[in-house]
């Protein structure tokens, strides 16, 4: 590791767990299996391990979008130093696991304002138009999940 940081592959790890999520064909699960495998393994990063092994027991059948949520979460929190969109993703994810919870009405609000805040900060009209659309699905949509994750992948893209 450098001075400046770890030389973690971060973006790597959350772009591959964004892509399994919706892989259909085996053998390209099987190829982003395998590579995240060694990008995880490679971090040394215990809870980075830990989650990937917690998704290792679903991903036979089918995680859920929680587990995929997870593995960004602690992707980005074990490397907050290192990329500089981490704020806005930890944020983001939390619009995303709060949206509709009443139990966490104040730490929805102040995610959702705060990613707004980011997301205006960013100033690419994409980012936006996709924020825009997770604002007008409201939590409710059946893609919502689907916007979810394209906007991550667009933030660290």
């Known amino acids: 590791a450098s001075l400046l940081g770890s030389d973690a592959p971060v973006r790597p790890i959350i772009h591959n ?4 999520r919706s892989a259909d064909d085996p053998l390209a699960r099987a190829r982003i299996i395998t590579d995240l495998d060694d990008l995880i393994l490679n ?9 990937w092994d917690r998704m290792m027991q679903c991903l036979g059948t089918s995680c859920p979008d929680e587990a995929y ?3 960004v979460l602690v992707t980005v929190a074990s490397y907050e130093d290192d990329l500089p969109e981490s704020a806005i993703l930890i944020n983001l994810i939390a619009v995303g696991k709060y949206w509709g919870d009443e139990e966490h009405l104040l730490e929805f609000s102040k995610a959702l304002t705060m990613t707004s805040d980011q997301i205006d900060e960013l100033g690419s009209k994409n980012t936006r138009k996709q924020w825009q659309q997770i604002i007008d699905c409201n939590g409710t949509c059946p893609e ?7 906007l991550i992948d667009t933030i660290i893209s």
């Not at 971090?43 to 989650?51: E, G, I, M, R, V």
């Open 144 to 150: 919502k999940n689907d916007l979810l994750f394209t």
């Open 17 to 20: 767990g964004i892509a399994l």
């Open 69 to 71: 949520l997870d593995l």
């Open 43 to 51: 971090t040394d990063n215990l809870d980075l391990k830990d989650q």
